[in-house]
Nanobody, 119 residues
Framework: QVQLVESGGGLVQPGGSLRLSCAAS????????MGWYRQAPGKQRDLVAT???????NYAHSVKGRFTISRDNAKNTVYLQMNSLKPEDTAVYYC?????????????WGQGTQVTVSS
């Protein structure tokens, strides 16, 4: 009923930039916090950044000053602008959104998009 579709991953050189997008669709009544998480091989999934409905943001210490999260509430879409990328940013990036469908609030996840930072 609800889908999160990510796009924008790929291969980039150190110091480069990428912009990830994640669009939510389906039987959506409202969306609360949206965010991005990442999982490197052999590691747990970690928070990258979150953004509330009114635009309040939270970032992992490792990406502060380099990544910017934003959202377009009219399009049910969240973005992650990633600048000054480092090899340690290499991971699968997952979109997350807390979505109300009728009376139930549930966390939904995207399928993940690979980001590889390498020369």
């Amino acid at each position: 009923q609800v889908q999160l579709v990510e796009s924008g991953g790929g291969l980039v050189q150190p110091g480069g930039s990428l912009r990830l997008s994640c669009a939510a669709s389906g039987s959506i009544f409202s969306i609360s916090t949206m965010g991005w998480y990442r999982q490197a091989p052999g590691k747990q999934r970690d928070l990258v950044a979150t953004i509330t409905t009114d635009g309040s943001t939270n970032y992992a210490h490792s990406v502060k000053g380099r990544f910017t999260i934003s959202r377009d509430n009219a399009k049910n879409t969240v973005y992650l602008q990633m600048n000054s990328l480092k090899p340690e940013d290499t991971a699968v990036y997952y979109c997350n959104a807390r979505i109300r469908v009728i009376a139930t609030m549930t966390d939904y996840w995207g399928q993940g998009t690979q980001v590889t930072v390498s020369s």
